[in-house]
């Protein structure tokens, strides 16, 4: 009946050919083909964007089995069709599908049209629309009721491709344009993957699930179909199977799978909700099944959750209890045991175990105690559990490097620091994610004027892992210099980890010198790999020649989103052989400062922020001491934000002095008449150093390049005298800092 319906709709439309054959025709691939250098630049619209195109496909899903209710449509229901390239015939390929909106404007509302409806999957329709994207998903969108036409029924129903969930997105659910992209609107089949998390949301009506592959790979499962709907759904698509009025329940049927389940195949269409690059907060490319036949079970092993580590940062002396859930879907839990090592380079395979114990009074509560370790130690370990018909199961899930993946923690003398948050062993996300955690550090950029515009502490203990950005409240009042202790909820903002601070408190100390910046090569090919800089991320570095007294330089003025790359040399354009730096732009995924005057082009004055001094624009002329500032990261690139003009050394160029930064007010005015004599200067051999200070203070000498070449301690009215001759001749700095690790005076030292 369907079909005769549409033979009378379509020849009633044929008289309208006439006219649509003068709107060009595109193929489906070619409206959805990007080029692997725009989608490396997170570029993913179509060439045709905001074009009226004409273009054929293949039905790919009956349009009885949409269910996508909205109040914006005519009748409550929103149509869409999917369609694959007629040139493929019906088989999946890079960029060969796309997503067709099944209404058309009307007066002042939204019509679904008849034919979006009711096609069924081997028609081939003809489509005229504008092409359009929703959340980056390309769609294109019709403008009157002539622009969908049945034009035949009987090509080959498509088929599912095999894709794997690392093409589109990663471990964090983070869209992977360069390789998912092709798959946008495609039907694919995924293999041998793992529930890890069931979300209910519309009151208890709908839900979706994320899946994951052997490495950890992520992608939602989502319910653009009846096919997903649940019970307590209500049909809303009148061509719909499950309407009562074609013999249905009315109702969704979808069993929700549980939290460990696993899946042989999963398939159904791709669609786009972006995020990553793109700067939206969407779930990555996401999976849609149409038919109850896409999700097919396997034995499902049992279901680790809920693990806890007691403490979470223990110090030498404390032994470690794991706890955790287990239990089986479909059979018992047969033992489960905790694997463990305290030395870096024993293979996962070779670790120790535990097998671990029921709670008391519990059927799925186990628990294991790990041996105390020396300071520093990092301990690697992992979960295991079998049930009683022999399926395993893993936590964490996923390898890295050809080895599986590990939880793991670092034995400290007084609890969790920084580098903690920072450190993960496979490169990945923080192992403290969603948790919240307090730590101590030194303020390095704030959000005063003069300054970065974000706030950043950093642990001056290590030079490693010890940066860290901060979002949240009380942040503003911080100043440069300042020691406080936040607390805040762990977060990966796009591969970026940061803290969402609840609460931040003031030591009273203040050191300028207690952080230095760490000294980078920015031509350095080793240090330039990702898997290296992500140490950095956060922290304050300098990026400078390594022979003393030869100049960095602007080495490509111009790259795309307002960056530039420096590096030792002219030529040095490579990511190998040169470093990003950002700076004049601040928005959704921009957070460099408008402190800064060197930006690629003058536009950035005013786009993305208001630059709070006049743009100097980049050349390849520019050279420079050295340039320091914070390690980002985004756009799958690490670059530096120099946080104000000071953090470009020695330009060959005049930029504007930074005189009216916000300094502390801690413990200025109880060192004002404190008197600190430095004799001889300039010095060869021996320095004396006399404070008239009523308590030992420490003394740091730092060279021109900021690296600390000697700590010492001054005690109170004495002359105190220190061996220099090993100090190379050149320009040095004498902080001396008191016990409170305010620093009282700043004096310019020469070595001859």
Known sequence: MRHIYSFFLTLTLALNVGAQTTVPYVSIHDIQYVSPTNLANCVDSSQYENQLVRTRGIVIVDGGRVEVPSSAVQGGFRPFMYIVDTAAAGQMGPFKAVEVAGWYPSGNQLVPHPVAWQVVAGDVVEVIGIVKNFNRQTQIEPQQFSHINLISSNAPVPQPTVVSIGQLNDNNRVNQLTTGEQWEGAFVELQNVTVVNVEYFANGTRVSFDVVDGNGNRINVSDRFIAQKLPSYQVTNPNSPYATINGGPGTGTFQAPVVGAFYQKLKGIILHSANGCTGLNGRGYELNPFDSTHYVLGATPPVISDIQRIPPVPNPTQSVKITFIANDPDGTVANAKVFYSSNLSTPVAQFDSITATLKPGTTDEYEVTLPPQALNTVVRYYIKAVDNQGNVARQPVGTFNNEPRVFHYTVRSSGMVIPDLQYALDGGASPYVGRQVTVKGIVTATAKDQDLGYVYIQDPDYNEWAGIWCVGVGLFDLFRHEEVVVTGVVEEFFNYTRLQVVNVQKTGKLDSTAVQPVILNPSDSATLQPLNMEKYEGMLVRFQHPTQGQKIRITEPKLTFGEYRIGTQAGNTSPNNSFRVHAGRQSTTAFSSLWVQLVTDTMYA????????????????????????????????????????????????????????????????????????????????????????????TVTITDIQGRVVKRIELRPFEVNTYDITNFKPGLYIVSLTCQKGTVISNSKLVVQ
């Open 606 to 697: 005013t786009v993305d922020g208001t630059m709070n001094v006049p743009p100097i624009v980049t050349s390849d002329t520019m050279t420079f001491d050295a340039v320091q500032g914070i390690v980002f990261f985004s756009f799958s690139n690490y670059k530096l934000h120099p946080r104000a003009n000071d953090d470009f050394l020695g330009a060959n160029f005049q930029m504007l002095p930074v005189t009216n930064r916000p300094n502390s007010p801690l413990n200025t005015k109880e060192f004002e008449n404190v008197r600190v004599a430095i004799y001889p200067n300039p010095a060869k051999d021996i320095l004396n150093i006399t404070s008239s200070l009523s308590e030992n203070a």
